[in-house]
Structure formats: C-alpha cells, structure tokens
C-alpha cells in the first residue's frame, strides 16, 4: 500500500504518527542512532546540502524496516532509494526561485525513478531562531501571531493540491508552533497536518497532538538524545493508540 494511504488511514482513525528527522549531512550520528530507528513511524532524512542523501537511506535500511521519506531541502537530496518522496512546496517563499524552480529542474527525473510522490505544502513560521531553511530560501517566517495568514497559506496550498500540509518553526527552534495556531489551522483543513520544530519534551509533542497536529517530527532533539525517543514513543501509545483500540 502507498505510504499516503497508510498516512490518510491513521489520520480517519485519529491514530498519531510520531516521525523523526535525519540529517544526510551528518552520516556518523546513524550508529549512534541505529537502536532506535525502529521506534517512530517513519523516518524523514533531509538536511542543508544533502550530498550524502543515498549513503544515508542505505545506513538507514540497515537498522530499519520503517518506511524512508525524502524531506528535501534542495534537488541534490533526491534518490529513488527511499520509500517516498515529500515533493513539498515553501508556500511563503519570497521568490519563484525557491517556489518552482527546483521541481522544474527535477520533475522528470522523480518521473522515471517511478518514486512515491507526495506533494506536501511547508510553511515556515517564526521559532524565534533563525533557522537553516529560511538562510538557505531567505524566506520570511510569518510570526505565529499571524493565524490567520497562516490559515489562508495552508487552506491555498490544500486547494492547490497537496496531499500533506506540515507548519514548521524551523530546525532547533525557541518556540515550537503553538497549540492555538494549530488548533486554527486543523479546524480549516481536510489533509493530515504535520508540526516539527523545537519538539524536545513529551510534552510538548502531546500539546502538538492535542491541538490537531496528525503528524509530529521531532529532528534535532533526536539527533542529540535518541534514547528519548522511546519515551516519546511510549507516551504516544499510551495516550493515542490505546484510547483508539479500547473505543473500538
């Protein structure tokens, strides 16, 4: 089955998805991180530059059967080799050159690799951290404050298409994206809503769930800490998965 259909599922049966961010760019952290890849249920591999992207994907399928997704963060990153591609558009980018001209360049080869391809609306808002995706777009986060805005940016993106819209505060950020602005924003959406940023406590990744996010990435915590992950893991089935099986 595709992996948006398994996405899709969970998202019907209110049933959460905890995925973690790998960085292709740092290929000596996947020991260290390889007794936990089985934990989450996916794994996204993106970073800055993205040159050892195959090299990873292959360490990746070493430690685990859980499904790979390419979360791109340029054109360099793509190989067939993952499970998925998040063909994902930066819909507050400031130019055509970050808006389109990337998928241009490399759509027809995503084409022939025969790929997964899921096309995902990204929207950058203000973690009160410059973070790597608005020095590499220069894009401008839109302040959290903003709802509404951030409303009419994800509810264009669903009418544009796109399968998965994921509201971002950028990597290491202070302040993850609020429980209001996701509240406000799930209320406006019919695709699966994806949240990361600054997720680094339980906690917050239960605030993130409760609020209406379907889907929750934890990156730069897990890179430092991946031993949490089963914490994150745990508290997830407890609060989640349980509660679904037990109304069934």
Do not use: W
Not at 82 to 110: C, G, R, S
């Amino acid at each position: 089955m595709a992996i948006i259909h398994d996405i899709l599922s969970a998202k019907k049966t209110a049933r959460k998805l905890l995925v973690v961010l790998v960085d292709p760019d740092k290929p000596a952290t996947i020991e260290a991180l390889s007794p936990y890849l089985s934990l989450p249920d996916l794994i996204f591999v993106g970073g800055s530059t993205g040159a050892q992207t195959e090299t990873c994907v292959a360490q990746l399928r070493q430690h685990t059967s859980r499904p790979i997704l390419l979360f791109p963060g340029n054109i360099s990153q793509f190989t067939p080799s993952a499970d998925a591609l998040l063909f994902l558009t930066l819909l507050n980018a400031n130019t055509p050159e970050v808006l389109i001209y990337p998928h241009i360049q490399v759509a027809q080869q995503v084409l022939r690799s025969g790929i997964e391809t899921i096309p995902m609306g990204y929207i950058l808002v203000d973690g009160e951290r410059k973070s790597s995706v608005e020095i590499a777009t220069n894009c401008t986060p839109i302040p959290q404050n903003e709802i509404d805005k951030v409303i009419s940016v994800a509810v264009a993106g669903q009418l544009l298409g796109k399968s998965l819209i994921y509201i971002e505060a950028g990597s290491g950020a202070q302040t993850p994206v609020s429980a209001d602005l996701i509240r406000a924003v799930r209320a406006q959406l019919q695709v699966p809503l994806i949240v990361g940023g600054g997720i680094c406590t339980p906690d917050a990744m239960i605030r993130a769930f409760d609020a209406g996010a379907d889907i929750v990435v934890i990156g730069n915590h897990f890179e430092q800490y991946p031993d949490e992950i089963a914490d994150f893991v745990r508290i997830k089935q407890e609060k989640y998965d349980e509660s679904i099986t037990h109304c069934q």
